[in-house]
Every structure is written in structure tokens, then in C-alpha cells.
């Protein structure tokens, strides 16, 4: 026994260090398949649902919606104090989410730049009257509607003889630079109403009030939310669907879910219907305080 | 080999410790003994035996998680997400039923009949309740969704009643088909605002959220399944590279070129290994098969069959509710969007323009090539193959559906000359065979539905049948490897004896 071991001594030594790098060379593989056997869940960017902090686009010049309240307040990419029913919506989501109002930061994120704002990560999630479509679902995931608004028409108080979409034939609307809302009345209901331009819906306002046009036709709570200012009456003729998404990176359906999750909450606990009534409520607007039919996370 | 050996092995335990008895727990720690062959051989089998008890361990958590991810989607919550979907479909054609009673007025034997249609409305009934039932179940542990699906029985009740009003004062009013007096439209228009407006979008959510907890679910356990497998594959490796570190020991050590019994344990644990990668592997394949292909399939069309089923209903509702004729028309055209989606370019988004560019793209369909149009419709035909009996299907379903909205065409076209008596004789199949032509879509989508839900049950069945026999095997596999290793080393240090 002793004779075996005195003369296999050395090679002992070298056998040892063959099996430790046996073992060495499955542990080095471990340590390799570790990450791959961890990455399988994830798939770049986080999701909204595990953020501490969440960056929100939101419209900076729609009265009862989005709208930034001092010019001065805000720096570079518009960050500042804005008040609005989607302001208020994403603050009662990303609370919901787990993010306190603290923690969140509005940014103003215009109609053009909202599918790139969310690709690039500039924004988290976007509430800006961003309606679903089928184009823009290809793009974006949009969780919610939160709210289906309808395109309606604004008249002067005391106007009496228009009282739906085909009433505005032969009269002036208000055609806003890259807004489609005229189109809708024109090319698609193809109704023969006349288009006079406008640069913004604020000014359309103005035209209406000082008699330049007949009527602004576009999404009710749009109209609700300049009529709760300047006057003027909503006709309550809606004649579209424009469902109000939740704008997310393209993918992110654990968002998704969460942020339909919150919606459906914000309606059974009344915060939906309150927030509805504290900004259009005075507008005469029909609202709906049921949950919307959501589109689904895709 | 069973008792025996084994004693015999563990009977010349440390050698070197053996003739100072005392010092023993001493001599172990200080680790001299692993200076010496015996030592080694000792420490190094205990090693492979420790790994290769390692690796049944593994492998059940894994197949335990493959396991439950085909009861989730294959037998618990999949089945019933997809029975909620019933809800919406349900209801939205009860309220489709209605419209086409009012509409029909006096005229008992217009459209399907008046008795028939009633049949179907309380069959439709019937399936709102089993499938609410699914629903109630399925929110057990979800107050929210439990909210959502009491609201909609509650509002159903409510919904009843007022259908019950309008259909009183129908009978009251006794009025032509398509005539209907502004009394009954009114009391109508209460009933489809509280079903359309508020039971329709519910239900819709309650069947999206529910879906999302399978998905969710499927996606934790799919990749628990992989992950599962990566640790099956590192304990494998590991225990295969300790079999032949303990090969290549023994060869030197003892000048033996191979140990039969070392060889024979390395087969079965590489093929153990192997084998049980590739089953886990082809587990999470039957789950995304069965998710994508089945379960997602299945609710899409279960949306894209009720969806179009309700804006079939908008054509009665359009001729019923003439004041609303522009609201519903635009709702018809929402709701066929979402089903089918036709590139339109930069024409302006309209029924005119729908129906031309639905023809056109829908006629130039190939199976297996690009799909211009979205909607759930276009997302199967982008997710089909290029033949098969998924591709003929679809193809059947897209051409009945050009069809019916031809149909709604025609009668949009005679409603819009003034005839309105002729629009109602169109949609109520007299002078046309929409409400056939309209039956043959319903049911190619059913075909389609029911090609999809053969992938599903087939995936299911064959991750079942993967299963079978997993819990014992490895165990079984690795008791013999154990086995092998300790008769393997044994003669070798029978030979310090």
C-alpha cells in the first residue's frame, strides 16, 4: 500500500490539478449560463410598472385637458406646472402604479413628436388626447382608453338652427393647421361646410365669439374645455369615437395591463366621474362615467 | 448491489485515522487523509454523488414548473378566459336580437322571424349567464374584476327591464317594419345606450384583464421552464465533467485505461441530461404554440366574431333610430375598422372609401404574402402560413366578409336614395341574402376559431403526454448512476485494503 503510494506521489499531484480544473472549467461554465438563464425575462428598457420615477407627456395648451399654466416655469422641453383632466388621470395612475405626485414630471409633448418621445424614451407614458388607431398601434401600446371622446360641434350661445353634424352645410368652421377634425366634417362626411383657418383652437375661439365663423367642430371634451372659459354651446351631436389611450413604449404590455388595471379602479371608485364633472362640468357636455372598452395590450 | 457493498465500502473509512481511533474528528479536520489516494477517492466520490443528487432536484423543479404552466393555460384559467369571451358575444347580440323585433314591427315573418329571433335572444341569455358564471369564478381573488363582472349582472337585470318596456310599447304600436313610433325608439335607446355604453365595454375588459393574468402567468412560467433548463444543462455538465475528472484520476492513478462502470454512469447522466433539456425545451415550445397559436388566436376572433355581430347589429339600429342614423353609421364603420383594417392611404377614412379599399385588398389576398390591412383580422392573416388549413380558412373568412360589407353597401345605398322600406326588405334577407350571406361569415369565423383551438388542444396534449413518466425517471436514473459510481470506485479501494 505505502509502496503504490510512494510511487504514484507525483503524479498525484498532477492528476489533482487535472480534476481541479475539471471542476474549475464547470464552474467557469456556471458562472457563463448564469446570465443567460437570467436575461430570459427581460427585454431591454423596464417596463412602467417597476419605475420610481415616471416622466409624462402631456399637452401644454388645452384648456380643461393639458395645459402648462405659467409660460415661465418651464425650461427647455416644457417642464413646469400643468393642470387638466389628463394631468389629474396621470397623476391618479402613476399613483396607482406607485408613484407619488412628487416623483412624477410632466412634460409638454406635442401631437408630431409622440411616437418618437416614446421610443426614445424622452417620455413614459403619454396622456395627450393621443387617440388609439390602428396605424398608431403598430407603433405604440396603448393602454386604456381612459376616455372615448367624440367629435362634437361648438356653437355660439343662442345659435339654434344647428343642431348636428349636417347643419354646419354652408357654414364657416374653423379649419386648424394639422388638425383633422374639419377633415372629418368635410371629407368624411363629406358635408359641404366651409373651412376658414385658424392657427390653433384658442384662436378659433376668438373667431367664434366675434362672429368670423359659425361653428368649431372637434373632439367634445376639447370644446368642454375652451367653452368652460370663453362660453359658447356644445350641440351634444357627437358623431365619432376618439378613444383617449395611455401612450407606452411599444411592448411594455405589464405596463399596459397595470395602467388598464388603474383605469378600471378610477371609474368604480368615482375618482373618474369626479375628475369628468371638475373640468367639463360646466360646459353642458354629456359625460360618461362607466369605464371605456379597453383596446387591449398589444 | 445493494446493502452489502455499500457497508463494505464504508467500512475501511479514513485508514490513517483508523489506528489512532481518538484522534479522529482531528485528523479529519487538519486533512492530511486527503493527502492520501484512498482520501481523494473518497472525497471525489462523494463529490459526483452529491452532484448527481443535485441533478433530479433540478430537474423536478423544472418539469414541476413546465407542469403547472400547462395546467394554467391548458386546463384552469386558459378554458376559462376563453368561456368570458362568450360574455361580450352574448350580450352584444342579445341587444342585435332586439333591434331587429323592434325593426321588424308587425311583420312576424321578416328576417330570421320574430319567434326564431326571440329564441336566439334567450339563448344568448342563457350564455351570459354560464359564461358570468366562468367569470365569477376566474375573480375569485380579484376584488376589482369581481366589482366589474357584479356591475354587469346588475346592469343586465336593469337592461332586461327596459327591453321589456320597448318591447311592450312595440306591441302596443303595432306599427310596418322600419316604421317604428318615437316612443319605442326612445325606450330603445335607454336599453342599447346601457348595453353599449356601459355591459358591452365591461365585459369586453373583464375577459382583456383576465386574459392578462393567464399571460402573465405563462410568461413567469416559461421562463422559470428555461431557466429550469440552463440549471438542468450546468448541473449535467457538471456532474458529466466530474465523472470524467474521476475517469481520468483513476486512469493515472491506477494505470487503468477505462472504468467500465465510470463510462456507463457518464452515458446515462449525459443522456439523462440531454434528453431532459430537450423535453423542457419542447415544453416551453407547446406553451408559446398553445398561447400564440391557440389561446391568442382564440380570443382575437372570439372579439373579431362578436365585434362583427354587433355592428351587424348597427345596420338594424341605423334603420330603426333615423335621428341616430349617423351615429350608428359611424359606429358600423369603427367597429368593421377594427376588424378588418384596409390601407387607405391618404383617402379620407370613410364607408365609401371602406368598402373599396376592403374589395381591393381583400380580393388581391394571397395567403403567404404581405398583408396591406391591420385589425384582428390582419393580424391573423400576418400570423398564418401560406397553406394549410389555417390559410384556408381565412381566406374563407375574408371573402365572406367582403361579402357582407357588400351587403351593407347596397343597403346604405338604398337608405341614402330615400328608399328606406327597400334598405330594411335588404337587411331583413326578402330581397337579399344578407342575413344568409351574413351566417356563412359567422361561421367561417367559427371554422377558423376552430382550427386554432385544434392547435391549442393538440399542444396541451402533447405537453400532457411530454410530462408523463418525469417524476420517477430522473430519480430513478440518478439512484443508478450513484450506483455505478460507487461499484466503480469500490475495487479500486478494495485494493488499500
Known amino acids: ?186 371629407e368624411e362626411r363629406k358635408i359641404a361646410a366651409r373651412p376658414v383657418a385658424a392657427p390653433t383652437y384658442g384662436a378659433c375661439m376668438a373667431d367664434l365669439a366675434a362672429g368670423r365663423i359659425d361653428a368649431v367642430s372637434t373632439d367634445d371634451l376639447i370644446l368642454a374645455g375652451f367653452a368652460a372659459g370663453r362660453g359658447g354651446t356644445i350641440v351634444n351631436a357627437p358623431f365619432t369615437d376618439e378613444k383617449y389611450g395611455v401612450g407606452l413604449r411599444k411592448g411594455d404590455l405589464e405596463g399596459c395591463e397595470m395602467v388598464n388595471r388603474a383605469i378600471t379602479r378610477m371609474y368604480q371608485d368615482g375618482t373618474a366621474g369626479r375628475l369628468l364633472r371638475k373640468w367639463f362640468g360646466a360646459s353642458g357636455l354629456k359625460l360618461t362615467t362607466s369605464v371605456p372598452q379597453f383596446e387591449g395590450c398589444t | 448491489m445493494t446493502v452489502t457493498p455499500r457497508r463494505q465500502a464504508a467500512a475501511p473509512a479514513h485508514p490513517a485515522a483508523a489506528s489512532r481511533p481518538r484522534g479522529r474528528p482531528a485528523t479529519f479536520v487538519r486533512g492530511r487523509w486527503l493527502r492520501t489516494i484512498p482520501g481523494q477517492l473518497r472525497a471525489g466520490t462523494v463529490l459526483v454523488l452529491l452532484a448527481v443528487v443535485a441533478l433530479p432536484a433540478v430537474m423536478g423543479m423544472a418539469v414541476r414548473n413546465a407542469r403547472d404552466s400547462v395546467q394554467t393555460i391548458g386546463h384552469d384559467a386558459g378554458p376559462q378566459v376563453v368561456a368570458t369571451g ?265 364607408l365609401e372609401n371602406y368598402y373599396a379599399t376592403l374589395d381591393e385588398q381583400v380580393g388581391a389576398y394571397t395567403p403567404g404574402k404581405p398583408v396591406p390591412f391591420l385589425g384582428l383580422l390582419g393580424t391573423e392573416a400576418r400570423d398564418s402560413g401560406a397553406s394549410g388549413p389555417e390559410a384556408d380558412q381565412l381566406a374563407r373568412t375574408l371573402n365572406a366578409y367582403r361579402t357582407v360589407l357588400d351587403n351593407d353597401r347596397r343597403m346604405r345605398d338604398l337608405a341614402a336614395r330615400g328608399d328606406h322600406a327597400g334598405a330594411v326588405d335588404l337587411r331583413m334577407g326578402r330581397t337579399s341574402n344578407a342575413i344568409l350571406q351574413f351566417g356563412a361569415f359567422d361561421a367561417a369565423i367559427g371554422s377558423l376559431t376552430g382550427v386554432h383551438r385544434h392547435a391549442f388542444d393538440e399542444a396541451i396534449r402533447d405537453a400532457d403526454g411530454g410530462l408523463r413518466g418525469w417524476r420517477a425517471l430522473p430519480p430513478v436514473v440518478a439512484a443508478a448512476v450513484a450506483l455505478l459510481v460507487v461499484a466503480g470506485v469500490r475495487p479500486r479501494l478494495a485494493e488499500f485494503r
Not at chain 1, 412628487?102 to 403619454?126: Q, W
Not at chain 2, 369564478?137 to 320597448?166: F, H, I, K, N, S
Open chain 1, 1 to 186: 500500500m505505502r509502496a503504490v503510494r510512494r510511487t504514484t506521489a507525483h503524479r498525484t499531484a498532477v492528476h489533482r490539478s487535472a480534476a481541479r480544473r475539471a471542476v474549475a472549467l464547470a464552474a467557469a461554465l456556471a458562472v457563463a449560463a448564469l446570465p443567460a438563464a437570467c436575461g430570459l425575462g427581460g427585454s431591454g428598457r423596464p417596463s412602467v410598472a417597476h419605475k420610481g420615477t415616471l416622466v409624462i407627456g402631456v399637452k401644454a395648451d388645452q384648456p380643461g385637458l393639458g395645459l402648462r399654466r405659467s409660460e415661465q416655469g418651464g425650461g427647455y422641453g416644457g417642464f413646469g406646472e400643468y393642470e387638466g383632466f389628463d394631468v389629474d388621470v396621470a397623476t391618479y395612475v402613476a399613483g396607482r402604479l406607485g408613484v407619488p405626485p412628487d416623483r412624477i414630471r410632466f412634460r409638454t409633448t406635442n401631437s408630431s413628436v409622440r411616437e418618437r418621445a416614446l421610443a426614445d424614451g424622452t417620455v413614459d407614458m403619454i396622456f395627450a388626447t393621443y387617440s388609439i388607431t390602428a396605424r398608431r398601434k403598430t407603433l405604440v401600446t396603448f393602454a386604456g382608453p381612459y376616455y372615448v371622446a367624440h367629435q362634437d360641434t361648438l356653437v355660439r350661445s343662442g345659435t339654434r338652427d344647428i343642431r348636428n353634424v349636417r347643419d354646419l352645410k354652408g357654414r364657416r368652421i374653423c379649419a386648424v393647421n394639422g388638425s383633422n377634425s374639419w377633415r372629418r366634417v368635410v
Open chain 2, 86 to 350: 362568450t360574455l361580450y358575444f352574448a350580450l352584444s347580440d342579445m341587444d342585435a336580437q332586439v333591434a331587429s323585433v323592434l325593426l321588424i314591427g308587425r311583420e312576424h315573418g321578416l328576417g330570421i322571424g320574430y319567434d326564431e329571433t326571440l329564441r336566439v335572444y334567450d339563448r344568448r341569455r342563457a350564455e351570459a349567464d354560464a359564461a358570468a358564471v366562468q367569470a365569477a369564478q376566474l375573480a375569485a381573488r380579484d376584488p376589482d374584476l369581481r366589482l366589474t363582472v357584479q356591475e354587469v349582472l346588475q346592469g343586465l337585470g336593469r337592461y332586461e327591464q327596459l327591453v321589456g318596456e320597448a318591447r311592450l310599447l312595440d306591441r302596443q304600436a303595432d306599427h310596418p317594419p322600419g316604421r317604428l313610433p318615437a316612443k319605442v325608439v326612445d325606450a330603445y335607446r335607454q336599453a342599447t345606450d346601457l348595453m353599449r355604453l356601459e355591459l358591452l365595454p365591461k365585459a369586453y375588459n373583464i375577459t382583456l384583464d383576465s386574459g392578462a393574468n393567464v399571460r402573465r402567468s405563462i410568461e413567469t412560467q416559461r421562463s422559470a421552464v428555461l431557466s429550469g433548463r440552463a440549471w438542468v444543462a450546468l448541473t449535467g455538465t457538471l456532474v458529466v465533467l466530474l465523472l470524467v475528472a474521476g475517469q481520468v484520476f483513476l486512469a493515472r492513478t491506477f494505470r487503468r485505461v477505462l472504468n467500465p462502470a465510470l463510462v456507463l454512469a457518464t452515458v446515462a447522466t449525459a443522456a439523462l441530461v440531454a434528453v431532459g433539456t430537450g423535453l423542457l425545451s419542447a415544453q416551453a415550445g407547446h406553451m408559446r404554440t398553445a398561447k400564440e397559436d391557440g389561446f391568442d388566436s382564440i380570443l382575437s376572433l372570439s372579439r373579431a366574431r362578436a365585434i362583427s355581430h354587433s355592428a351587424f347589429g348597427d345596420e338594424s339600429r341605423y334603420l330603426l333610430d333615423p335621428a341616430r342614423a349617423d351615429t350608428y353609421e359611424q359606429t358600423y364603420l369603427d367597429k368593421s375598422l377594427s376588424v378588418l383594417y384596409p390601407d387607405m392611404g391618404s383617402r379620407p377614412v370613410n
